[in-house]
């Protein structure tokens, strides 16, 4: 293994923007942002907007999209499309 190519793993704290959890892990994610985690020592922080605490698949709660709305729009934007000669 080659030396000095590979990055610094350092303490990390994830925000899981979704559900307002955070995590303290090692990683080599690089942050402008700190926080002060309850050990009392102050580590990066990395906003994430979804992670296993929040996704549906590890929760196996599912999130209603407004999905009728959508396909709404979709038809108002393109039914003139079929009109055209």
């Known amino acids: ?3 000095d190519i590979h990055p610094e793993y350092q303490a990390v704290v994830f925000n899981d923007l979704a559900s307002g959890k955070k995590l303290l892990t090692r990683s080599t994610v ?10 009392g020592n102050t580590y990066p922080l990395v906003d994430v907007e979804i992670s296993s605490e929040s ?7 599912q999130r209603i ?12 934007r393109y039914k003139s499309f079929g009109k055209r000669k």
């Open 55 to 61: 996704h549906p698949f590890y929760t196996g709660k």
């Open 65 to 76: 999209l407004d999905s009728a709305g959508r396909v709404e729009k979709f038809k108002d």
């Open 1 to 3: 293994m080659q030396k």
């Open 30 to 39: 690089k942050s402008d942002k700190t926080i002060e985690w309850e050990d």
